[in-house]
């Protein structure tokens, strides 16, 4: 790899799908805490972060289990992270009722649900995150549970962090490409007959290479289609290497938008080590900008938290395995943030 990133923050949306439909109709409110892990984790005003924030998500119960414990001072770190709306990486077993369990809890809190699609074939290429739909067709039927399950209900997609990178940096095999690019433009064009469903296709971040080997592979896979890309998902490179990095490629692809991950971005990125580890659950991070569409620039739609600060990139630096919740990493992240 390229020092992209451990393109595997798996969530553990498989046992919070049943949970999110109890929470869907318990804080249907900005101050109902009612069904939120004990934390009493509320929403963040519209006008600014129009995005779901999950009362039970691993921060909040984080935040619940630490002042339980009489731990507060580390309970309100943890806050920093439990607050902000994240995305929620839809599973690989039951795309229909994840979808439907996000988006119903959102739209009953007044929120627009952020789901991160997560699940091409030969994903990763084999590293941390590796796996996938075992075929082309499977990945469509799992589509198509996704779009069933989001219905006429808002959401904000982030689609398959790193999937059209590697097939421009060598990682995904050559026999791998015309099948990726077919199921991408089918993913967007089923997203997009949605009525209230926006989709950012992946697109890298600013350290990769160069928006001029990158924006072709983009327009193959559909972006023209979809409302914009996604930079940075995962990644730690600042927010104004991220905007330099979407505007030259916006420019290149017709002018669309595009959406930054600032999740873990506040330190920039992390240079000892290894170069080809960088990525990996980096010491000295912190929390970057608070999600919000009021950015720094018109073409930015949004600052967002795809990834979401706690969960390990892979089996690196002592993490635990990829997508799981490592509560000394969330504590450093939000100790080391302003």
Known sequence: MYGTRGAGSRTSAMVLGAALLIAGCSSSGDDDPEGSAGAKITQQPKESDPFWVNPDGNAAQQVAEYEKAGKDTDAEQIRKIAEQPTGQWIGTEKPEEEARGFTEAADAAGRTALLVLYNIPHRDCG????????????????IDGVAAGIGDRPATVILEPDAVLHLVDGCTQDE????????????????KSLKNTK???????AGWGHPDQIFEPLKWAGVDKADGFSV?????????DSIAY?????????DKHFVIDTSRNGNGPYT???????????????LGETPTTKTADPLVDAYVWVKRPGESDGECKGGPKAGEWW????????????
């Open 127 to 142: 590293n941390y995150s590796q796996g996938g739909a075992a075929d082309g067709n499977a990945y469509r039927s799992w």
């Open 176 to 191: 791998f490409h015309e099948e990726r690019y077919d199921l991408l433009q089918g993913a967007i064009t089923k997203l």
């Open 199 to 205: 989709v950012y296709l992946d697109a890298g971040n």
């Open 232 to 240: 940075n998902v995962s990644n730690f490179y600042s927010t104004e």
């Open 246 to 254: 979407g505007k030259q490629l916006s420019a290149k692809v017709g």
């Open 272 to 286: 000892g080590g290894k170069a080809d580890e960088r990525w990996c659950n980096p010491p000295g991070r912190a």
């Open 327 to 338: 509560s000394e990493y969330a504590l450093n992240l939000a100790k080391a943030s302003k």
